[in-house]
């Protein structure tokens, strides 16, 4: 019968760079970023009913605390006020499928660069958006599906 023995300590001279090993897939996914159960957003309809329902307060603040975004910029996302952010409890379908679009955009950067990484990627100007900070076009669909494209072929290797 063999034994198994103890890995050994190393000195800590190599270190493995800040990326997402050390997370779980839940939280770089949509699902984790808002709080919510993969029942409601796994599937398109369970999505489109989580939307309609809207979502809690709760998950605002795990995606405010996930991504660091403060409240100006979440609420220019959102295309409401500050104060409005600060006292709704419920969000309106309109934001709670913002918010999720956002946090699938987070969990996508996330899980390739890195929490910090992907936060600095998000404030440097990008040649292939004209030169403009990519958190510039977190307010509009179509910014955000830029963004996604964007990430895929850098994960893909494709340079422009």
């Known amino acids: 019968m063999k034994t198994l023995k ?3 300590k190393t000195s800590g001279l190599v ?5 997402a090993y050390a997370k779980t897939p839940k939280q770089f996914a949509a699902e984790g970023l808002l709080e919510v159960s993969t029942a409601q957003l796994g599937e398109p309809l369970s999505r489109v009913a989580a939307f309609r329902k809207g979502f809690k307060k709760k998950s605002f603040d795990k995606l405010k605390e996930s991504t660091g975004l403060d409240y100006q910029t979440l609420a ?3 295309s409401v006020s500050t104060k409005t ?3 709704t409890e419920v969000f ?3 934001q709670s499928e ?5 946090a699938e955009l987070y969990a996508m950067g996330m899980s390739y660069f890195g929490e910090e990484g992907f936060k600095r990627w998000m404030d440097r100007p ?3 958006l004209g030169n403009r900070k ?3 076009l977190i307010d509009v669909s179509e910014g955000i599906d830029l963004l996604r494209a964007e990430i895929m072929r850098l994960q893909h290797g494709v340079a422009i």
Request: glycine share 0%; hydrophobic share 40%.
């Open 98 to 102: 913002k918010m999720y679009e956002l």
């Open 92 to 94: 309106d379908l309109v």
């Open 126 to 128: 990008l040649f292939t």
């Open 76 to 78: 220019t996302a959102l």
């Open 134 to 136: 990519p958190i510039e």
């Open 15 to 19: 270190q493995e760079p800040d990326v």
């Open 6 to 8: 103890k890995p050994r």
């Open 85 to 87: 952010l600060q006292r």
